[in-house]
């Protein structure tokens, strides 16, 4: 169900640039490479999971394997742990990870606790990246020290 929600965004959110005309219709055509490599792993997954949870009724290493397996793909299972492959609007490549090593171009942004600088207030992520159509950028500063001032913030970036 993670999977069909994340679509269900996936093909909106491009729908909703192309009809308010923020973006052009060429767009649509990221959606279905997209979604046939998500679909194909996520196939190959269930199989997989399905046949550790009936080898595991009979075998006690299998039973291992299934739990091992099953933990280790709870992100995935949440929906958080499939990418998106490279199109124009994802371009992996051109990224280095360097000041983002747990954050994966065309991989949905798990929410985690920030600290808001405007108002120092603890925030979840998600809870301040509002689905409304628009594209927003933003940096996650770890470097940023109590008192700074903003020319000091400035002058660092």
Known sequence: MNVSLQ???NIGW???QVLTNRAPPSILSTYVPE???VASNLIAFDRRLTELFHASAHDDRAAKDYTEHFLKSAAYMAGLGYSYADTVLTAEGESNGEAATEVYVGRRLQSV???????AKAVQLQSVLVADNRVRKFGLLDWLVPGMCIADIVELL
């Not at 606790?113 to 108002?119: E, G, I, K, T």
């Open 7 to 9: 679509d269900g965004f």
């Open 14 to 16: 491009k729908l909703a």
């Open 35 to 37: 979604r046939r490599v």
């Open 113 to 119: 606790q920030v600290l808001r600088w405007c108002d």
